[in-house]
C-alpha cells in the first residue's frame, strides 16, 4: 500500500522500469563462468525514450559486475569521451588524470567500493572491453580530478568553470504540501549524453538506492537520488571553488555511503563532512 510521498515515487518508477520492453544481454557466451551467469541472473535492463534503466542487486563485486555487463559499451564510451575533453581542454593526455587519480584516491575508498568498482572491470572485461581499475577510479573520481583538482594544480580556475543549479521544496512552499526537487547540469553536451542511466541498486547491506548517474559512477554525481531510509536529494557542483583538498575522501566515496547507510539527514550530513575533500 502506498502510505507516502516517497513510497509513491519509487511505485511509480519501479512500475516505469517494469512497463518497458527488455533489452537481451548480448555476448554471453562460454567466456561467462556458471557463477558470472548466476549474478547476472539477478539483474537486469531495459531501454527506453534514450534512457538505461538498470537493476543490479547482491554482494559489492556482483553489483559491479552486473553493471559492468550490461553498460560495457556506454562505460566505454564515456572514458573514451572523458579522455578526448581533458586532453582538448588541458593538452594532457588522459593516462596524466589516471595516475592522479590513483594516486589521490587510492586508500580512501572503502573495500565494498573497490570490489565494486573491480567488479564492474571484470563484467565488461567478461562482455569485451577493456578498462583497468585505476581508470575506473577516474571515471568515478573525474568532478574532483578535472574540475577541482586540475585547476589548483595550475593555480588557476577556467573562467565561468564548471556548475549547476539545484533546489528543493515541500511543506508551504509547494501547493499540496508535497516535495518537489529540481536539478539542472551546467556542462558539455559531450559528457552530459552520458547521465541517461538510471540504477535501482539493491545492496547485501544497506539501504536500496534508485538514482539517476553517469557512466560507472557509484554515486549519482549528478540530478537526484532516493533511498530505502526515505531520504532524497540532488547533487550540484561549485564553479570556480578554490577549497578542494586532495588528503580528504573523494566525494564518490562519502556521496555513496550516506546514501547506502544513513537513516536520517543527521546521519547522511555526519558522513558527508567527515574528512570531506571540499
Not at 159 to 183: L, N, Q, R, Y
Not at 248 to 253: A, C, K, L
Request: overall charge negative; proline content about 3%; glycine content about 10%.
Amino acid at each position: 500500500m502506498v502510505k507516502t510521498f516517497r513510497d509513491y515515487i519509487l511505485l511509480s518508477l519501479i512500475l516505469l522500469i517494469q512497463s518497458c520492453a527488455p533489452v537481451e544481454v548480448t555476448n554471453k557466451d562460454a567466456n561467462i563462468a556458471r557463477q558470472q551467469e548466476q549474478w547476472l541472473s539477478k539483474a537486469y535492463r531495459y531501454d527506453k525514450n534514450g534512457w538505461i534503466f538498470l537493476h543490479i542487486e547482491g554482494k559489492p563485486f556482483e553489483l559491479g559486475f552486473q553493471r559492468g555487463y550490461l553498460t560495457a559499451n556506454e562505460i566505454g564510451e564515456f572514458y573514451k569521451t572523458l579522455a578526448y575533453i581533458q586532453e582538448f581542454e588541458t593538452s594532457r593526455d588522459v593516462n596524466f588524470f589516471v595516475k592522479a587519480s590513483a594516486e589521490l584516491f587510492k586508500g580512501k575508498v572503502s573495500q565494498e567500493y573497490v570490489e565494486e568498482m573491480q567488479g564492474m572491470v571484470e563484467g565488461m572485461r567478461a562482455a569485451g572491453k577493456e578498462v583497468n581499475y585505476d581508470q575506473m577510479l577516474f571515471m568515478n573520481g573525474f568532478v574532483d580530478i578535472a574540475w577541482y583538482w586540475y585547476p589548483q594544480e595550475k593555480d588557476k580556475i577556467r573562467e565561468g568553470g564548471p556548475g549547476c543549479s539545484a533546489f528543493i521544496a515541500g511543506g508551504d512552499a509547494t501547493s499540496d504540501g508535497s516535495i518537489v526537487m529540481a536539478h539542472n547540469s551546467w556542462s558539455s553536451y559531450a559528457d552530459l549524453r552520458f547521465c541517461n542511466v538510471i540504477v535501482d541498486i539493491v545492496p547485501e547491506k544497506g539501504n536500496r538506492i534508485l538514482m539517476q548517474t553517469w557512466g560507472p559512477s557509484i554515486y549519482s554525481m549528478t540530478d537526484f537520488f532516493i533511498t530505502s531510509a526515505g531520504l532524497m536529494g540532488t547533487e550540484t557542483t561549485i564553479g570556480g571553488f578554490k577549497g578542494f583538498n586532495a588528503k580528504g575522501t573523494p566525494v564518490f566515496e562519502r556521496a555513496r555511503k550516506a546514501m547506502q547507510y544513513a537513516g536520517d539527514i543527521n546521519e547522511w550530513a555526519k558522513i558527508m563532512i567527515d574528512n570531506n575533500s571540499g
